[in-house]
């Protein structure tokens, strides 16, 4: 792992023109709606990214996601609304308790593996959802919450500062997922995500590491959530703590490849737009549900890395085949077998 | 001092008692057999060794410290390494990274980069020895039931266990290997290391036994130097008249 | 303490919503028991069922119960090829992604159905479903009585079919262990894929009891879902007498709760009760790796 923080300029280049264009983005995108539409994809790569912390990292797929995005959503609306804390520092503060919640249920939430922890992540947004609407005194029951407009700008404005909000929380949710894949947890976590207990019989701290996974992913969901609060300002619980919901951002995970780190931002890139402009031109989010569910099982059956590996895959039948020879092969740069990150 | 001490370990699982009273001792540098047929609880005396199940009674001790109740991965950071008789790797990385992968818990606190590229050495040693090292890049998974099962050991080894504890390591593995398994053995007792084995034939490797305990249906039916235990047949012949 | 008045209310309402819980939990049990996977859909296909009998109900005036009828053998072949076609193929060693799939075909089915009937809440039109009869000093909901009647019947045809016919033997000794039952001679996946069939008839029963008790709106699968698998986990999964047992003490709980405290808080005690057992159970369930630890 020696070479794993040098800095490759050849790979640095694709990242940072990405970074480049989409800095400059609002630019060119001069309809309110497509400001819209551009800051909502960067809102659910960051979710996408965040959810890899856990089901990529670790294996552990969630469907409850969205009880993390809807604490950290309510939290910052209450904030607003209840304790008159108007300002945008407000989504610190909401991210880092939606952490530490979800420390707490974490802790029995992990005991739970494979097919099970999957259907217990829906026990968490049914629970969180009817909290929500039932603690009418906090949270506006089934009405929600309106959050007033704390800027004072048009809603075409609010689009473009929340474009830059949503890109600075994807830049720290990307540089996360990729420090820890890159530090000697990265190999830890890829033998967690193989064989929990063949790793854990080996002297890996299996329990801590999915812990901080599980908190991370969450704290940085409930940070998108709460800057979701000040920005679209009405939430709904029903929308907010939908399994839909759960299930698209994983399935931008999955579709884009769990093992790699743009690999939900890819599949929100294809899933977002493309979502909105079926609601758009149809005017109802059901064709977006069963396009949703029709590509999850095609994802399952036919591409189970997701579209990274499978572009990879066509790459690599062009090269040649490696030599055998020892010796050759040390003087060759380690790739290894585990994804290929930039 | 011994390395490790079992004694009187009882463990049943639902109506099956799987352990009936096992007392085993190893010392340091040393190489132990246990044998015995099918269901005889051998694997279960690994896990409760291994601490991947709690013995229901009995005590076990680690050079004097009692280790019943700890988390697997706490025993194997105190020292005891173990395989499986299915040959478990991690299918997904490569046979070198998972032989890091046995080297990772010495790699805390600084200077751990410099401590993995020792692993990494370290592993290539073994995986040369073995044969095996231009799979090193290869996927885990494609390699054949007694090529996982030799990295395993590998990967077992590159942790410097004192103790190390082999499920059936020759099963599958071709005469030459097990011969090379067997010097690897060696070297670990020279250094003060000690092995514990499951093993189900004779092979170089059982030639290499300091003592042997059969186990029968959770009891220990006989004990003693290897040389006074021959194959596995002809003990159960005897000591159970079958 | 609630008045004894409310305690027969919710006890009569618990009673009647525990069998058709009970027939509902009964066909994702059997489909567990085939596949070892939990059927996300199952709950899907229920309203689907619903949606299909309000269909025939609003074109030809049918009768749910006797759409029910023509429903159930429909599914019973969209299961079979579903098994033979779908499952088989994601079933091989991860759980994970067998769930997912399951998911996927939950999502897909909610997504039809709003497409083709509109998102707006439906309703079978059956003025004497509303009206309510004194039961032992309860009143009760007529719609609820039939479905609980209807629900019994159906119930007593599957359990029939499982103890008497050859079939349902077959059926019951590959859930108990598949390998065993090829050794005998029994076409494991034939059987299989025709249990799943039978598995989703009986949600085209449901479905049906459905319509003589709510109204219904595409999302509504998941609150359904939510009480089956707290009904099947905590009844023990693949065990049909512990998921009715289960049933019926769910519907009761859950009648009582909402009788005396609030709905919304009642639905959470399938919620926790389900996150708990998830938690405490000690053994590896839904296809998980068995941990030996935790034996």
Request: hydrophobic share 50%; with cysteine; charged share 15%.
């Amino acid at each position: 792992m020696s070479d794993a923080l040098r800095f490759d300029k050849r790979r640095a280049a694709l990242p940072l023109a990405l970074a480049c264009v989409a800095a400059l983005l609002p630019i060119f995108a001069t309809s309110s709606y497509l400001r819209f539409v551009a800051a909502l994809t960067l809102m659910y790569m960051t979710v996408a990214t965040a959810w890899n912390i856990l089901g990529g990292l670790t294996g552990y797929v969630s469907l409850g996601h969205a009880a993390f995005f809807g604490f950290g959503a309510y939290a910052a609306g209450i904030a607003v609304v209840r304790l008159d804390l108007a300002h945008t520092w407000v989504v610190l503060p909401a991210g880092l308790l939606t952490g530490v919640v979800a420390g707490l249920i974490g802790r029995a939430a992990l005991r739970a593996r494979a097919g099970s922890f999957v259907i217990l992540t829906l026990t968490l947004v049914y629970i969180s959802g009817l909290v929500a609407q039932g603690w009418r005194g906090l949270t506006g029951g089934s009405r929600g919450i309106i959050v007033p407009n704390i800027y004072g700008v048009p809603r075409t404005e609010l689009h473009v500062r929340f474009y830059y909000v949503f890109l600075a929380l994807l830049v720290v949710t990307l540089m996360t997922w990729w420090v820890i894949r890159r530090s000697r947890f990265g190999l830890a976590f890829m033998a967690l995500r193989d064989d929990e207990d063949r790793a854990e019989s080996l002297g890996i701290p299996t329990t801590t590491l999915k812990m901080c996974a599980f908190v991370l992913s969450a704290s940085l969901t409930g940070l998108a959530g709460a800057a979701y609060a000040l920005w679209f300002r009405l939430l709904d619980p029903g929308f907010v703590f939908s399994i839909g919901w759960s299930a698209s951002v994983a399935l931008m995970a999955l579709l884009g490849g769990t093992r790699h780190l743009w690999g939900p931002c890819l599949g929100a890139l294809i899933l977002v737009p493309s979502g909105e402009y079926l609601l758009h031109e149809f005017g109802t989010s059901e064709i977006h549900l069963a396009l949703s569910g029709a590509l999850l099982i095609v994802v399952v059956l036919v591409l189970p890395g997701g579209v990274i590996p499978a572009l990879q895959n066509l790459r690599a039948r062009r090269r040649i085949v490696e030599p055998f020879d020892e010796d050759a092969r040390s003087a060759m740069p380690r790739r290894t077998t585990a994804g290929v990150i930039p | 001092m011994t390395l490790l001490r079992a004694g009187a370990l009882r463990r049943t699982f639902g109506g099956v008692t799987a352990l009936d009273g096992v007392d085993v001792e190893i010392a340091h540098g040393e190489i132990g057999g246990i044998i015995g047929p099918n269901g005889s609880g051998k694997t279960t005396l690994f896990d409760c060794i291994t601490g991947w199940c709690r013995p229901d009674s009995g005590d076990l001790l680690l050079e004097g410290r009692p280790i019943t109740g700890l988390s697997p991965h706490r025993i194997a950071r105190l020292g005891i390494g173990r395989t499986f008789q299915t040959g478990r790797l991690f299918p997904n990385l490569s046979v070198l990274e998972n032989i890091l992968v046995g080297g990772w818990q010495r790699q805390r606190g600084r200077g751990h980069r410099a401590r993995a590229s020792e692993t990494t050495e370290l592993g290539l040693a073994h995986l040369r020895r073995l044969g095996l090292a231009h799979f090193a890049d290869q996927p885990a998974g494609t390699l054949s039931y007694g090529q996982r099962k030799l990295v395993e050991v590998a990967q077992v080894l590159v942790g410097d266990p004192k103790l190390v504890l082999l499920d059936e390591p020759t099963a599958g593995v071709n005469a030459q290997n097990v011969d090379v398994l067997a010097g690897l053995l060696v070297d670990l007792r020279d250094n003060g290391q000690s092995v514990l084995i499951i093993e189900h034939e004779t092979s170089s490797v059982t030639s290499l036994l300091d003592h042997v305990v059969v186990l029968d249906r959770g009891r220990i039916v006989a004990r003693g130097a290897a040389s006074e235990i021959e194959s596995g047949a002809s003990v159960l012949e005897r000591h159970l008249g079958v | 303490m609630p008045s004894s008045w409310l305690f027969i209310q919710g006890l009569g309402l618990g009673v009647l919503a525990g069998g058709v819980y009970a027939l509902l939990a009964s066909g994702l049990t059997l489909s567990f028991g085939i596949m070892r996977v939990v059927q996300l859909s199952h709950a899907a296909f229920l309203v689907l069922a619903a949606y299909l009998s309000y269909l025939l109900f609003a074109t030809v005036g049918m009768n749910p119960l006797l759409a029910a009828v023509l429903i159930a053998p429909l599914f019973y072949v969209v299961g079979n090829l579903l098994y033979r076609g779908l499952l088989t193929r994601a079933g091989t060693g991860n759980p994970v992604m067998s769930v997912l799939v399951t998911f996927g075909l939950a999502l897909f089915i909610e997504g039809l159905i709003g497409v083709t009937a509109g998102g707006i809440y439906r309703t079978v039109d059956l003025p004497w479903a509303y009206e309510s009869i004194g039961v032992f000093g309860a009143r009760l909901p007529v719609g609820r009585i039939v479905a609980f009647g209807a629900a019994c019947v159906t119930l007593g045809m599957l359990f029939a079919l499982l103890r008497w016919t050859r079939f349902g033997r077959a059926v019951r000794a590959t859930m108990q262990d598949r390998d065993a039952a090829r050794l005998v001679g029994i076409d494991v996946e034939r059987v299989s894929a025709a249990a799943f069939g039978v598995a989703l008839a009986t949600t085209a029963a449901g479905g049906a009891c459905l319509t003589l008790i709510t109204t219904f709106h595409p999302a509504m699968h998941w609150e359904w879902l939510a009480r089956l698998l707290a009904i099947v986990v905590i009844g023990g999964l693949g065990s049909l007498v512990g998921a009715g047992l289960a049933a019926f003490a769910m519907g009761i709980v859950e009648a009582m709760l909402a009788v005396t405290v609030d709905p919304t808080w009642a639905a959470m005690a399938f919620y926790l009760a389900l996150f708990l057992v998830l938690v405490l159970r000690p053994h590896g369930l839904l296809g998980d790796p068995i941990s030996v630890r935790r034996a």
